[in-house]
């Protein structure tokens, strides 16, 4: 399986080097010396690592036979696709790849059938399941420890416990018109 775990960004120097914007909980296993990694475009690669570094805070890295700026340049944009075995787990037991949790069945702590996970959106504070409902619309639900309160990928299922009014409108009007209604009594 073939994961995208960076983007390659501006040149740096006149030696080749690159900035990369990294898109894996990994970087040191996915981004090493020595890593060949496959591109989109595919027509820029393969290209091997050959050093990496840190620098302000940005992971720098040279490609084999990337000598200078210009060549750098060329490869802005392009991002950097790692092989990965399916079955590869992260080594924290509460973190998964992206296409461990895609088309996972989402459902309340009751058993309740909200729908599948078709996409997951990494935003800069949380990450984010677009979920289809039966019905074909869809909902987002934040991919937070107070929300997911169980991924089971043996039954290939997310068990989510979404506060008033995330997944049902519905609930959040009825309560509050519920309140409503118990002042002026």
Request: charge should be negative; charged fraction near 30%; aromatic fraction near 2%.
């Amino acid at each position: 399986m073939q994961l995208v775990v960076a983007r390659i960004g501006r040149a740096h120097g006149i030696k080749g080097e690159v900035t990369v914007e990294v898109r894996t909980d990994e970087p040191e296993l996915r981004l090493g010396p020595g890593a060949v990694l496959a591109t989109e475009p595919a027509s820029a690669g393969p290209l091997t690592i050959e050093t990496g570094r840190v620098h302000s805070g940005r992971l720098l890295l040279r490609f084999e036979g990337v000598r200078d700026r210009n060549g750098a340049e060329a490869l802005r944009n392009t991002l950097l696709i790692a092989d990965v075995d399916p079955d590869e787990r992260p080594d924290e037991p509460d973190e998964f790849y992206d296409h461990q949790l895609m088309d996972l069945d989402v459902v309340l702590t009751d058993g309740t059938e909200v729908g599948r996970i078709i996409e997951i959106s990494h935003l800069p504070s949380q990450d984010l399941f677009i979920v289809e409902r039966p019905d074909g619309s869809e909902v987002m639900i934040p991919f937070v420890e107070e929300i997911v309160t169980e991924i089971d990928l043996d039954e290939q299922k997310a068990v989510i416990d979404p506060p008033p009014g995330l997944i049902d409108e519905r609930a959040e009007i009825a309560s509050s018109r519920d309140d409503d209604a118990g002042e002026g009594a």
